[in-house]
């Protein structure tokens, strides 16, 4: 974070809300002259804090509408399990965690049957003890839409 200066900042900012359009209509957005914007976006991107551009997608109106959060509970190869996990089909993503289990799942399926298959498959994989599977009702705020906050951390 002490390597980013305000206008690296404001960059990631810009793009976190859009990235469409051309360098010259994004440095214009931002006062700035488009070679400034793109030696400073390939920096970033050099520095692996930009990791690439994707567009956001609502999966439900996909027909992505069985969608959960599943806790894994492993014995043994915590770091296998989960590059397992990884490569399933319909996982969205897989998280590291402390607390209870040892790390979680996300899922997104077209149908109850793919939906029933992807957690069903998490429990054949060598290490997997359990899962308990949280249904998603409704995505209130999707976390691809979550915006960096620059400002100091809150001091109590």
């Known amino acids: 974070m002490e390597m980013l200066d ?5 960059i990631i900012d810009e793009l976190c809300r859009s990235s ?7 440095a214009k957005r931002l006062g700035i002259h488009p070679t400034t914007l793109i030696q400073r976006v390939r920096n970033l991107e050099r520095l692996d804090v930009i990791r690439g551009y994707r567009a956001t997608v609502d999966y439900m109106k996909l027909g992505y509408e069985f ?6 509970y492993v014995e043994g190869d915590l770091m296998g399990v989960q590059k397992s996990i990884k490569e399933l089909k319909n996982v969205v993503a897989v998280l ?3 607390g209870e289990c040892d790390s979680i799942a996300w899922v997104a399926c077209r149908s109850r049957e793919e939906f029933s298959h992807v957690v069903k498959s998490m429990l054949t994989i060598p290490g997997v003890k359990k899962t308990n599977t949280y249904v998603i009702l409704n995505v209130i705020k999707d976390p691809f839409n979550f915006l960096p906050d620059f400002s100091p951390p809150e001091q109590e």
């Open 20 to 26: 469409q359009g051309s360098s010259r209509a994004i």
């Open 67 to 72: 969608m959960a959060i599943v806790h894994i």
């Open 6 to 10: 305000e206008l690296d900042k404001r």
């Open 96 to 98: 590291d965690v402390t």
